[in-house]
């Protein structure tokens, strides 16, 4: 297993550079030139050659790439041009927001399409398995933005169950803040449940169809071990995979969400990042980002060997 | 018989194969009434001026907030405007973005995909490890970082949703291509001495278009709504002209008061996406069963 691991943070290493050099290069050399995007097209010229003096720009690209993997490393990104904080204290302030948002939309997908997919994979062309395979369908097409609106449209305007907008720190009101969670944790949650329970449902018709799942059930084993010991545990080692690429759904989710419901997190500091021209702050949070998911991803992966013995030994 | 010209037992295949596929495909329901929905957002993409009622950016301060009605059958917005003709033009600009975006995915991820594939060895690993990289990305923040240097509206927000199709596109392909470049037709033209581009062009391509079709499908569906959802936000389409994400975006404004300002866009969005979805499952399932492993 150490090899197994040891082998995956191995072929990570390039992947993580290149991801670093990806994000530097796409914003260094797309054309358009950051000094006027942060300064807007009918800058003065001076201010635009001052501007790119100051960010370095006029430096080899190579060395500017360098310089800025160095100061990474470090946890320096820069500085907000417009509140003058550094990006590194502006990201620790709404952290706690997007993870917190992140966990809860994965414990609504993962409520949501295990009871769904075991049902409809566990009982094929029922109305139960009919129903699931709607949910999956549909789920998938919902924008998580409008289902966003209508939840507001229900739960917040008319029922008053939930706040409408807004965030309450947890540590100041847990209960107040966990109310302002519910429907942005939901909005991005439904489209990953219907994608899991989807493939749930496709593990366990393959599964239940093996040959182990046979013997289980002719040597009078009750229907639900059968189900559950034989079927549901086999089913589960794709369903994992799917759930690592869950991760990297449920960040674009957050970008979007938090800005819908103005949750002061990662996603809603990029976007006004990018309306106010903050490149160096955008910059900053696409590495943190990437990074992020590709490290969940090496996560997934190192438990997939740790569940699926076969995968190590490939 | 001149050497161009197709023997006659071969054209009659493959119009045979041709209308097996229409009858296979006749049998699925989801996939003839997704066709049908698409054929009508098509129809009303195309001939906007036949298929709405108003003038979507007309504003009549006459009319402000009303509801469905004989003279503007799903209401009117905050301004007057028609919402039924905002989103008969919205479907322009969800289609177009959704076909071109894909285009761009397609001609970019596609050779990518291909020549990887078919020179393997460490120029395949150099290049797919580009790919693995650009596809660690969440989609909507790669399509964020392209919009943020480009600049918003609808041209660059194609763009940035191509680009994003393209580590996936060239996944798909390369995988593809590794099967075919060991079949014996590609093996006859490498020792007939063709060149890399005409092998890749004229005898892969043609034999993994299918997944690419279904892939293209879905990606449709996925383009629509992230055209929506950027637009939502204030980067894409920008006003006063319509696009199903930014009406949702100014029915967020008046949600209190007039919620169901917020309902007809969002069912243009999902019926539409649901459409492509349907379609492109049906076109797997016909095309390349291989790739089913979802139902």
Known sequence: MTTYIIRRLIATVPVLFLISAITFFTIRLLPGDPALAILGPEADYNLVEALREELGLNRPVVVQYLDWMYHAFQGEFGESRRSGDTVAALVSDRLEVTIQLGILSLIVAVILALPIGLLAGSKPNTPFDYLGTFFAVVGAAIPNFWLALLLILVFAVDLGWFPALGFTSFREDPLENMRGMVLPAIAIGIAQAAVLARQTRASMVEVLQQDYVRTARSKGLRERNVIFRHGFRNAMIPVITILGLQISNIVSGAIIIESVFSLPGIGKLLIDSIFNRELVTVQALALMLALAVAMSNLLVDVSYGYIDPRIRYE | ?295
């Open chain 2, 1 to 295: 018989m001149s050497s161009g010209a197709v023997p006659w037992e071969d054209t009659s295949r493959r119009f045979a194969r041709e209308r097996e596929f229409v009858r296979r495909f006749s049998r699925r329901p989801a996939g003839v009434i997704s066709l049908f929905i698409i054929l009508i957002v098509l129809f009303a993409a195309i001939f906007t001026n036949v298929a709405a009622t108003h003038d979507p950016i007309f504003t009549d301060f006459d009319a402000l907030f009303s509801g469905p009605s004989g003279a503007h059958w799903l209401g009117t917005d905050n301004l007057g405007r028609d919402t039924y003709s905002r989103i008969v033009h919205g479907a322009r600009t969800a289609l177009l973005v959704g076909v071109i975006s894909v285009g761009i995915g397609v001609s970019i991820g596609m050779p990518y995909g291909m020549l990887a594939g078919y020179l393997g060895g460490w120029k395949d690993e150099v290049m797919m490890r580009v790919m693995d990289a650009i596809y660690a990305f969440p989609a909507l923040l790669l399509a964020l970082i392209i919009i943020a240097v480009l600049g918003t509206g609808i041209f660059n927000v194609m763009i940035a949703i191509g680009v994003v199709f393209i580590p996936g596109l060239a996944r798909l392909v390369r995988g593809s291509t590794l099967s075919v470049k060991e079949m014996e037709y590609v093996l006859a033209a490498e020792s007939s001495g063709a060149s890399t581009w005409r092998i890749i062009l004229q005898h892969i391509a043609p034999n993994i278009l299918a997944p690419v079709i279904v892939q293209g499908s879905l990606a449709i569906g996925f383009a629509i709504i992230a055209e929506a959802g950027l637009s939502f936000l204030g980067l894409g389409t920008q006003p006063p002209d319509p696009s199903w994400g930014s009406m949702l975006s100014g029915a967020q404004r008046f949600l209190t008061s007039q919620g169901s300002l917020a309902i007809f866009p969002g069912l243009a969005i999902v019926l539409t996406v649901l459409a492509f979805n349907l379609l492109g499952d049906t076109l797997r399932d016909l095309l390349d069963p291989r790739l089913r492993g979802s139902d």
